[in-house]
């Protein structure tokens, strides 16, 4: 369960970006998280993270307090999560295998092991006979495969996407959408951030709607 407490977030101790947000999100779920720009999605976004630290209120993950993480236990709890940007953020000097074992072979994982795991990963993403494709000749759609297998090759207990179709067609769109579906399936937790109500009303989700810095809405869009 991820619980948010309470939570408020400020810039230069000014700007107020949330304010006194309370959620619980249980696992297992897929929640759409919406709202127009500036209303605090990002601001969530780098909570969950760890990347900022609220200015008031408690964030709950894997029933730790967020707050009290320090040091190398920030860069364990960040191994329990699969992050996912609008940008990609693919190694372009790496073919596509070498993208998606990235994060093993950090961990210091054998070859034999990664080699088993990737191969399982591209089967997941339906990019099996990408494995030794640069990543330019890759479509945007295909690339956002690839980055969905780098943060899945972990396997991560909750998925956490930035805005994952910001830069895609509507094919690719429903494509990446589909594939978030199915890992959530799996029993993972995923949390898609996002402006685009059309890929919402796709899916009968739970969405969590922010406006001005606090929750406006949370439920079904059918």
Same mark, same amino acid.
């Not at 034999?112 to 479509?139: G, H, T, W, Y």
């Given at each position: ?9 400020s ?12 959620l619980d999100?249980?696992?297992g779920e ?7 720009s ?10 969950f ?9 408690d964030?709950?993950? $894997? !029933?730790?307090?967020? #707050?009290?993480?320090r040091?190398?236990? *920030? /860069?364990?709890?960040?191994r329990?999560l %699969?992050?996912?940007f609008?940008? $990609? !953020?693919?190694?372009? #000097? ?5 993208? *998606? /074992? ?5 961990? %210091? ?6 080699k088993k ?9 339906d990019?099996?006979?990408?494995s ?5 000749e ?5 690339q956002q495969k690839?980055a969905?297998?780098r ?5 991560p ?12 067609d ?7 959408i ?5 890992i959530n399936q799996?029993?993972?937790?995923v949390?898609?951030?996002t ?14 709607q ?8 949370d439920?079904?869009?059918?």
């Amino acid at each position: 369960m991820i619980r948010l407490i309470n939570i408020s977030a400020s810039y230069n101790n000014k700007t107020k970006a949330l304010d006194c947000v309370s959620l619980d999100i249980e696992d297992g779920e897929f929640v759409f998280i919406v709202g127009e720009s500036g209303a605090g999605k990002t601001t969530l976004f780098k909570l969950f993270t760890k990347e900022i630290k609220p200015s008031n209120g408690d964030i709950v993950v $894997f !029933k730790r307090s967020l #707050n009290d993480l320090r040091g190398k236990e *920030i /860069a364990l709890y960040r191994r329990k999560l %699969g992050i996912i940007f609008q940008d $990609f !953020k693919l190694l372009k #000097n790496k073919n596509v295998f070498d993208n *998606i /074992a990235f994060p093993q072979v950090l961990l %210091g994982m054998n070859e034999k092991d990664i080699k088993k795991r990737v191969d399982s990963m591209l089967s997941i993403v339906d990019l099996a006979d990408k494995s030794f494709k640069s990543i330019d000749e890759l479509s945007m759609g295909q690339q956002q495969k690839v980055a969905i297998a780098r943060a899945l090759i972990n396997k991560p207990k909750i998925i956490l996407a930035d805005e994952p179709t910001g830069n895609l067609d509507p094919q690719s769109t429903k494509e990446i959408i589909e594939l978030l579906n199915k890992i959530n399936q799996f029993g993972t937790t995923v949390i898609v951030i996002t402006h685009d109500m059309s890929i919402v009303r796709h899916m009968n989700k739970r969405v969590i709607q922010i406006r001005q810095g606090q929750v406006a809405k949370d439920g079904y869009v059918q």
